[in-house]
């Protein structure tokens, strides 16, 4: 079994930067996909960014790309969300996700490729 636990949330100005993380543990592959997404009060749950770790790709939505980055710490199997320039609209609960099977970029878009998810953390953004 593989668990994610995220740390990291909490409450910012607009303008502000945050910086999630998500450690995992369990049981792995040698190249999966980690994953963030989130999810606002009466909305569904977004793709925010993800990390191929065997490549080193990353894939953003076009809503945050220039302003969230996407890192791994290999010594500590983490994945990280740095989040700049945060707007009031970036508020949400934010969850990592671990993809083990091999799908088409677009996909990994998309909630279909996950596997596991950690329990969330929220953040909070004040104009």
């Known amino acids: 079994q593989v668990q994610l636990v995220e740390s990291g949330g909490g409450s910012v100005q607009a303008g502000g930067s945050l910086r999630l993380s998500c450690a995992v543990s369990?049981?792995?592959?040698?190249?999966?996909?980690m994953g963030w997404f989130r999810q606002a009060p009466g909305k569904e749950r977004d793709f925010v960014a993800a990390?191929?770790?065997?490549?080193?790709?990353?894939y953003y939505a076009n809503a945050v790309k220039g302003r969230f980055t996407i890192s791994r710490d290999n010594a500590k199997n983490t994945v990280s969300l740095q989040m700049d320039s945060l707007k009031p609209e970036d508020a949400a609960v934010y969850y990592c996700?671990?993809?083990?099977?091999?799908?088409?970029?677009?996909?990994?878009?998309?909630?279909?490729?996950?596997?596991?998810w950690g329990q969330g953390t929220q953040v909070t953004v004040s104009s």
């Open positions: 990390y191929k770790w065997s490549t080193g790709s990353t």
């Open positions: 369990g049981r792995t592959f040698s190249d999966y996909v």
């Open positions: 996700a671990a993809a083990f099977k091999s799908w088409l970029e677009p996909v990994y878009k998309t909630r279909l490729a996950y596997d596991f």
